[in-house]
């Protein structure tokens, strides 16, 4: 079973082996939890409480456990990318950047109690579980930044996540002027981990660090990283191949 | 001889002065970019919907000259922004004020002994996938944010 919609300002794909009548309402439950998350945590939506805490509505001895836990992610993000990951985005208070991960990461424990194999794509961050119906790992690609209907990698998951920082605007050389032709600059950097939480604080981290973000995700354990820069060529640390099919 | 030296240093420091000038002129653009996006992003947005595609190419002007900036749009890691300009009644110019990830400046990182990495031309691959990485898609918060640019250009 396969539905998708638009949640958080983006597509929620939910993909499952098991097609049947519990299939769907588990999918509807896992949507739900996504727009609650969506009404809780949006910095859009004047009655979230992210808005709440931007007009200091909201004391930090009032966080509720969610709130709490998403606080600590946040800390821990920080620290691990030596302030390269920050909630706070131009003078307000903008956990994004940790609830996405944390609400695919929640809605997919949520699903794995009904069920083994499947996985949850939200705008290209994607967790999976278990393996596909013919017993393989899910399939999942690595979007060409060049050509968005193209694939440059293949990978096969099943438990880990992958998740891909870049931007879509391009065409901006950024040029220096002390040498000839445009500074070399980084497209899209995906990052593979146990879990989607890790591979997007990651990927968005390492994304930011520019050059230096490959290197730190190659000294992590446990993570992986591929990084297209705007000449087209790919990077990869050296256990991302074993993913690859 | 003199005086060939001299309109030349004149010519050079002109030069250097407009440089200096522009250099400025630029980093108040880039200020002002900043101080707008920041209260765009402190209000809440409402989202528009973009416009309906126009049924006729006729080139009519639909919109009245000059350079509108949209809404701060949510693309969830970051805001979308972009500036439409219309000249002759129609859409000449799209620039982004703000985009996800435009985020902060180089910090040192420690520099450890690091393997060299395997680095390759991409290509594309034909594989069958289940699902597909990449990165968070702007193009919705693009056409909220220029959607709102036109709606204010509307003759």
Known sequence: MQTTRIIMGMPITLVAVDDQPATEQLFERAFKLFEQFDEKYSPYKETSLVAKINRQELDTSDYDDELQEIEAWAEQAKQETHGYFNVWHKGAYDPSGIVKGWAIDKVARMMSQSTNDFYIDAGGDIQTNGRRKDGQAWRIGIRNPFNRDENIAVLGLSGQAVATSGTAIRGQHIYNPLADGPIKSNLSLSVIAPNIIDADRMATAAFAMGHDGINFIERLDGYEAYLVDDQGIATQTTGWQKYEV | ?155
């Open chain 2, 1 to 155: 001889m003199m005086k060939k030296i001299a309109v030349t240093v004149f010519v050079l420091i002109t030069f250097i002065i407009y440089s200096i000038h522009q250099r400025t002129e630029g980093n108040q653009a880039v200020q002002r970019v900043a101080s707008s996006a920041s209260a765009a992003n402190s209000t809440n947005t409402t989202t528009t919907s973009p416009p309906a595609p126009s049924s006729s190419q006729s080139s009519a002007p639909k919109y009245k000259d000059g350079s509108y900036t949209g809404a701060s749009s949510d693309a969830f890691y970051g805001y979308v922004q972009v500036k439409a300009t219309i000249s002759g009644g129609q859409l000449t110019d799209v620039s982004f004020l703000d985009y996800p990830q435009d985020r902060a400046n180089s910090i040192a990182i420690n520099d450890y002994a690091m393997p060299i990495l395997k680095q390759q031309a991409i290509k594309a691959q034909s594989a069958q996938v289940d699902g597909v990485s990449g990165a968070t898609d702007t193009s919705m918060a693009f056409m909220q944010s220029l959607g709102d640019a036109l709606k204010q250009a509307k003759l």
